[in-house]
Nanobody
Framework: QVQLVETGGGLLQTGGSLRLSCAAS????????MGWFRQAPGKEREFVPAISRSGRNTYYADSVKGRFTIYRDNAKNTVDLQLNSLKPEDKAVYYC?????????????????????WGQGTQVTVSS
């Protein structure tokens, strides 16, 4: 099992940037694929980005491609999400998630049901 804690959320204007961080406990971090999901009030949880266990493969939702970047540091047990060029529609609670045994396909990494562990979330608010 793994425990996840997200930090770095905040309030900023359209066009601004934030860096979210997810810290994982335990010594099995390298065995997990990692993803970020977000949920806005009244909307369903949606996929944002994901990264493979090795970090060699990344996956992005079309809505954030070119603006957000996911990174992982297996030595530090962390996975970060850099959010650039933020838009009002990016406002949501962002959740870090961990999964094992995912095939190398975007449709697999983007499905929330495939993740086993979740953090408590961090709020990102973007004003117009």
């Amino acid at each position: 099992q793994v425990q996840l804690v997200e930090t770095g959320g905040g309030l900023l204007q359209t066009g601004g940037s934030l860096r979210l961080s997810c810290a994982a406990s335990g010594r099995t971090f390298r065995s997990y694929a990692m993803g970020w999901f977000r949920q806005a009030p009244g909307k369903e949880r949606e996929f944002v980005p994901a990264i493979s266990r090795s970090g060699r493969n990344t996956y992005y939702a079309d809505s954030v491609k070119g603006r957000f970047t996911i990174y992982r540091d297996n030595a530090k047990n962390t996975v970060d999400l850099q959010l650039n060029s933020l838009k009002p529609e990016d406002k949501a609670v962002y959740y870090c998630a961990a999964a094992q045994s995912l095939s190398d396909k975007t449709r697999i990494y983007s499905a929330a049901r495939n993740y086993d562990y979740w953090g408590q979330g961090t709020q990102v608010t973007v004003s117009s």
